[in-house]
């Protein structure tokens, strides 16, 4: 892949996930509803994983940080999980 696209693609990627964040986070002030708080904290891991994913790959290629990015989808995945499970109601 082209070295530009792949940074475009990969940094999108981070954009998009900070605003659904952001977009969740504001909706879950106004409304108070758990499920948002949940898929909000997922969003954010999200964004962070994103954000080891650019680390990793376009800034500093020469440091792995593949155990942040797997700790980080894990646990976004697991609050998420956690959050369906918890607000069964």
Do not use: H, K
Request: aromatic share 12%.
């Amino acid at each position: 892949m082209n070295p530009t696209l792949q940074a475009f693609v990969y940094t999108l990627c981070l954009l998009t996930s900070a605003a659904c964040a952001a977009l969740l986070v504001r909706r879950y002030l106004e409304s108070r509803a758990r499920l948002l708080l949940w898929s909000a904290l997922c969003f954010v891991l999200l964004a962070v994983n994103n954000f080891f994913v650019v680390l990793d790959v376009l800034i500093i290629p020469t440091i792995s940080f593949v155990p942040a990015r797997q700790l980080a989808s894990l646990s976004a995945v697991s609050l998420l999980l956690f959050g369906f499970i918890w607000d069964t109601d």
